[in-house]
């Protein structure tokens, strides 16, 4: 209750009312695994998706509540109200979507209409709203419908939290093409031939970084043209060194040899050495 004008008091009332019909759009009680399989140029693949189903919780609590702005004041020495209606949430709105008064109505319109500001009519109304809310929840928390879908939600973040590791480890989001969203590894041949594709690809370019480190450090001739501080190749030099510049610039990027970018650094200081 909060004091306007002189003699003027202003409260939320919230009426329980009951709705004809019941939400028939409780959570799912099941996930499932479901494949969408392809075919590329002859070569068969697939991958693994999930999907809610199975029957849906019934909501039999047909509960809604009326919120409304009451003010009592003084007309002539006689006590007189007026009211204001705000909105309605049902029982099921304020557990799926936490309550917000603002999701029922429009605040600036209805203060505008009362004549208080924003802030006033939301602190009224929280006064009434807030443990009726923290009520609701507490009581759904109770039930099975909860429960089941807050271990939905456990399987699905730990399905994307994984998902996101094997992206970062091997550099491919085909998690779903072996895995499905419990974990289960569906494709174990066609994992271990793509895991031993990545293996080679690592080993190759680790072999290649290496083979150029020694012939880098080698002393060789070629070897002199790296230290130069001023260019003096010829036209025909010149084009050699790009061609090398390309090749090593496609095996030194992070994105490839998974480094802080130390090796495109050395490598692009040594075609400004070049003049290339």
Same mark, same amino acid.
């Given at each position: 209750?909060i004091? =306007?004008? %002189?003699?003027?008091y202003m409260?939320?009332?919230i009426?329980?009312?009951? @709705?004809?019909?019941?939400?028939?759009?409780?959570?799912?009680? /099941?996930? /499932?695994?479901?494949?969408?399989?392809?075919?590329i140029n002859?070569?068969?693949?697939?991958?693994?998706?999930y999907?809610y189903?199975?029957d849906?919780?019934e909501r039999?609590?047909?509960k809604?509540?009326?919120?409304?702005i009451h003010?009592?004041y003084?007309?002539n020495?006689?006590v007189?109200k007026?009211q204001w209606v705000i909105?309605?949430?049902?029982?099921?709105y304020?557990?799926?979507f936490?309550g917000?008064?603002? #999701?029922?109505c429009?605040? /600036?319109?209805? %203060?505008? =209409?009362?004549?208080i =500001?924003?802030?006033?009519l939301?602190?009224?109304?929280?006064v009434k709203?807030?443990?009726?809310i923290?009520?609701?929840q507490?009581?759904?928390?109770?039930?099975?419908?909860?429960?089941?879908h807050?271990?939905?939600?456990?399987?699905?973040?730990?399905?994307l +939290?994984?998902?996101e590791?094997?992206?970062n480890?091997?550099?491919? #989001?085909?998690?779903?093409?072996?895995y499905?969203?419990f974990?289960? @590894?569906r494709e174990?041949?066609?994992? /271990?031939i793509?895991?031993k594709?990545?293996? %080679?690809t690592?080993?190759?370019?680790?072999?290649?970084?290496k083979?150029?480190?020694?012939n880098? &450090?080698?002393?060789?001739?070629?070897?002199?043209?790296? &230290?130069l501080?001023?260019?003096?190749? =010829?036209?025909?030099q010149?084009?050699y060194l790009?061609?090398?510049?390309?090749?090593?610039?496609?095996?030194?990027h992070?994105?490839?040899?998974?480094?802080?970018g130390?090796g495109?650094?050395?490598? &692009? #200081? @040594?075609?400004? +050495?070049?003049?290339?």
């Amino acid at each position: 209750m909060i004091a =306007t004008r %002189a003699g003027e008091y202003m409260y939320c009332v919230i009426q329980e009312i009951e @709705l004809r019909k019941e939400n028939t759009d409780g959570a799912y009680k /099941e996930i /499932e695994v479901y494949k969408t399989t392809w075919i590329i140029n002859g070569v068969e693949g697939g991958s693994y998706s999930y999907r809610y189903t199975g029957d849906k919780f019934e909501r039999p609590i047909k509960k809604a509540y009326k919120i409304s702005i009451h003010e009592s004041y003084r007309e002539n020495g006689k006590v007189k109200k007026r009211q204001w209606v705000i909105g309605t949430m049902d029982y099921y709105y304020i557990v799926t979507f936490g309550g917000y008064i603002g #999701d029922c109505c429009n605040l /600036e319109e209805r %203060a505008d =209409t009362i004549g208080i =500001t924003v802030d006033e009519l939301y602190n009224i109304v929280a006064v009434k709203l807030d443990p009726l809310i923290e009520q609701i929840q507490k009581e759904y928390q109770e039930t099975e419908e909860y429960k089941i879908h807050q271990e939905h939600r456990k399987v699905i973040n730990k399905y994307l +939290k994984t998902k996101e590791e094997f992206k970062n480890k091997y550099g491919s #989001d085909s998690y779903d093409y072996y895995y499905d969203v419990f974990g289960a @590894l569906r494709e174990k041949e066609k994992f /271990e031939i793509f895991k031993k594709q990545y293996e %080679a690809t690592q080993e190759q370019q680790r072999s290649y970084y290496k083979n150029y480190k020694n012939n880098y &450090n080698s002393n060789y001739s070629f070897g002199s043209y790296f &230290n130069l501080k001023e260019s003096n190749y =010829t036209d025909k030099q010149k084009e050699y060194l790009k061609k090398i510049y390309r090749a090593a610039a496609i095996k030194l990027h992070p994105d490839v040899i998974k480094d802080d970018g130390e090796g495109m650094k050395f490598l &692009n #200081d @040594l075609k400004e +050495k070049w003049e290339i």
